[in-house]
Structure formats: structure tokens, C-alpha cells
């Protein structure tokens, strides 16, 4: 059913100051039915001190296209959500469902319909601290941005 894929668009995924080991590649694939987005990230920082609790992480396609930024928010040129379709969170364009960490790792893979690889290239991925809430506006309460990554043509 989503086994011809037409094309594949990714982001390398590189932390900031803070989080220096948070590396891995989303995968963006064009398929009959959407988009099928795959992240494989490493280095996540964990919550090992509290047994029953592990970390989520806001996980969003931003306007920007640009992992720089400013003392405040070192990517604070990623800008904020994606959204051709001028929705209200958590209805941009570029939501996505959160990431949650294993030992530091994360491995999510979503099927979706809000864009197509041509709208996203050149824009930004972006991990935040926090999970999202999927109601505050503009952005879910998703916290610092703490990893990003800009989408292009993959080298294959």
C-alpha cells in the first residue's frame, strides 16, 4: 500500500549549545497517500532520575530557513510553525506528533496530507524541550528549541 515512493527529501538534525549530542535525520518520502515522515534521533537528553517517566519532545516543521539565531533563541531564525494552510495550532502545516525518548533515542514515522515535499524544502525542523500541548497558541507550549535541522534534496 505505501511501498512506491516517489522521491526523498531530508533534514540532519544537529543540537544546539545546550544539547550538543542531539543529532539524527528526518526523512521526508512522497507517497500515493502523503508524505511519510521518518525520524530516527539520537543524544535526546533523557529523565532517568524518575523511573516512571520518560521526556517528550515538541516536533515541528518551521517558516524559517535557518538554523541561526540570537542569544535568546540560537534558532531563533527557523521563525515559527509552518502553515500554508493558516490553521491554528495544532493544524499548521508543519505539526507533527511529539517524539518520545528511549534511552536518548527517538524513532517516529507519520503519514501526512498537510504538505508536499515541494513546500517544505529549504524550511526548518525543529526539536523543542517541552512536549506539546496542542492548544496553546501559536505553538503548543513546546518550550526552547533545542535542535534543528533545514530540509533538502537528499544526495542519493
Known amino acids: 500500500m505505501f511501498s512506491e515512493v516517489f522521491s526523498t527529501t531530508i533534514a540532519n ?19 500515493k ?5 521518518t525520524a530516527k534521533i539520537f543524544g535526546l ?3 532517568k532520575e524518575k523511573e516512571c517517566q520518560g521526556r517528550f519532545f515538541g516536533f515541528h516543521i518551521h517558516n ?18 509552518f502553515s500554508i494552510n493558516k490553521c ?3 493544524f499548521h502545516s508543519g505539526d507533527l506528533p511529539p517524539l518520545l525518548e528511549n534511552n536518548g533515542f527517538a524513532y517516529m514515522k507519520v503519514l501526512t496530507d498537510k504538505f508536499k515535499i515541494e513546500d517544505i524544502i529549504g524550511k526548518t ?6 512536549p506539546d500541548d496542542f492548544k496553546t497558541q501559536p505553538s503548543g507550549n513546546s518550550g526552547k528549541k533545542i535542535a534543528c535541522g533545514i530540509i533538502e534534496n537528499s544526495k542519493d
Open 125 to 130: 525542523v525543529i526539536i523543542h524541550d517541552m
Open 88 to 90: 491554528n495550532h495544532p
Open 64 to 81: 524559517g530557513t535557518s538554523c541561526t539565531g540570537n542569544a535568546e533563541d540560537e534558532f531563533a531564525d527557523s521563525n515559527g510553525h
Open 13 to 31: 538534525i544537529k543540537g544546539g549549545k545546550e544539547y550538543p549530542n542531539i543529532k539524527g535525520t528526518v526523512y521526508f518520502k512522497k507517497n
Open 33 to 37: 497517500k502523503g508524505v511519510l515522515v
Open 45 to 47: 537528553p533523557t529523565n
